[in-house]
């Protein structure tokens, strides 16, 4: 799984280095030379589009995806282990419906094409059951985690990794 989440954050890191590279380059040329990208902007929403769905996988494993704290906090041993694992179950099953929608609707996009750079919006929307599924993938792991004791659930709200 390690190896899995480098090689996300990695791709995903990358996305976002070269996205803020082209947008520096498409502003200092519209600005400077009065030329712009055609294509800057709509590459740069589709990396994020990717980046985004890679990266969501990394936070689901870490539990550091956006959540509202107000009942677990105030939970603590066996009641909050359920609360989470019954919440991760629940993304699960949303991640779920994600994938088995996605992508038969990235599949039937595959023949319209983007206005600028012509990339089949097939590739675009594919990005969303590709991240569903990884998020679902990494969910369980993360049951798995909470389950064996190798992630303490903390009274603070915090994640402690336990070592083994």
């Not at 070269?18 to 520096?24: A, M, N, P, R, Y």
């Not at 550091?64 to 939970?75: C, V």
């Not at 059951?129 to 798995?144: D, E, K, Q, T």
Request: glycine share 6%; proline share 3%.
């Amino acid at each position: 799984m390690k190896t899995l989440t480098n090689i996300l954050k990695s791709i995903a890191a990358a996305i976002l280095l070269i996205g803020v590279i082209i947008t520096f380059i498409a502003v200092i040329a519209r600005r400077v030379f009065n030329n712009s990208i055609v294509w800057s902007e709509e590459f740069i929403r589709y990396a994020f589009i990717w980046m985004f769905f890679l990266a969501m996988p990394i936070c689901t494993l870490k539990g550091s995806h956006l959540t509202l704290d107000l009942i677990p906090s105030r939970l603590h041993g066996g009641a909050k282990k359920g609360l989470t694992i019954a919440i991760e179950l629940i993304c699960i099953a949303f991640d779920i419906v994600l994938v088995i929608l996605g992508f038969p609707f990235a599949l039937g996009n595959v023949k319209q094409t983007s206005a600028a750079l012509h990339i089949p919006y097939g590739y675009i929307n594919i990005a969303i059951p590709v991240g569903a599924l990884l998020m679902a993938i990494f969910s369980a792991y993360r049951i798995y985690q909470i389950v064996s004791g190798k992630i303490d659930l903390d009274a603070s709200g915090e994640e402690t990794e336990v070592e083994a």
